[in-house]
């Protein structure tokens, strides 16, 4: 059973408009949330996080939004450059439990 | 330079014999932990240690066993009895501090381990 849903496998979209990643999570005991960017034959890079005590997280061109009624989260990369072309998982931890909930990845392309 | 490093990078083995993964990190974390990689699937995890000489076993340990003989150090060997061997195995640290900022949180990962088993 998935706690951690990423329903998109795939998404493509053009240089410099905006990527829109989702993920869903069914436990409400979830009160941490990471995004990872993974290239091929690579360990996955640790991309922005965020708390549950807030809404909204941003780095430079990365925001990870969080709606907890919803428990779904998003990461937006704006604008989006070809190097983000990568695999995009989303995780999720509880508590004191340092074990990460991973979701499948999607699978990003950004088209020159 | 701190990070984690797995060797090799790529390792073949022939079915029924056991191999050992090398994991070493000299970031100062106290938690170490395996995943495997399939293709189209995410990560699993298959042990983790968040203190030497103790590790508790992930969502598919059978097959695998570790050791934490040492804080830097987190080796995986994958036994004959794994089914299904060949794999992207990777390695991660992180501490267990329970700060709410981020990099107390994230796990760094090595740069893997392709196993093919022949």
């Known amino acids: 059973d998935q706690q951690v849903k990423q329903n998109s496998p795939s998404l493509s979209v053009q240089e410099g408009r905006i990527s829109i990643l989702n993920c869903d999570y069914t436990?409400?005991?979830?009160?941490?949330f990471l995004w990872y960017k993974k290239y091929p034959a690579e360990g996955p890079t640790f991309l922005i996080s965020?708390?549950?005590i807030k809404d909204k997280n941003e780095d430079g061109r990365f925001t990870v939004f969080l709606n907890k009624s919803a428990k779904h989260l998003s990461l937006h990369i704006v604008p989006s450059q070809p190097g983000d072309s990568a695999v995009y998982f989303c995780?999720?931890?509880?508590?004191?439990?340092?074990?990460?909930?991973w979701g499948l990845g999607t699978s990003l392309a950004v088209n020159p | 330079d701190g990070g984690i490093t797995q060797s090799p990078k790529y390792l073949f083995r022939k079915e029924g014999q056991n191999v050992t993964l090398s994991c070493e990190q000299n970031?100062?974390?106290?938690?170490m932990y395996w995943y495997r990689q399939d293709p189209g699937q995410g990560l699993r995890l298959i042990y983790y240690?968040?203190?030497?000489?103790?590790?508790q076993k992930g969502d598919i340990a059978e097959g695998y066993s570790v050791s934490r003989e040492k804080k830097e150090s987190f080796p995986l060997t994958v036994t004959s009895a794994q089914k299904n061997p060949t794999a992207f195995y990777l390695c991660?640290?992180?501490?267990?501090?329970?700060?709410?900022?981020?990099?107390?949180?994230?796990?760094?990962f090595g740069p893997g381990t392709r196993l093919t088993v022949l």
């Open positions: 991660a640290s992180s501490y267990i501090g329970l700060a709410e900022d981020s990099s107390y949180n994230e796990q760094f």
């Open positions: 970031l100062n974390h106290d938690a």
């Open positions: 240690s968040q203190i030497v000489n103790d590790f």
């Open positions: 436990n409400s005991m979830f009160d941490y």
């Open positions: 965020i708390s549950s």
């Open positions: 995780a999720a931890r509880a508590g004191n439990n340092r074990k990460l909930i």
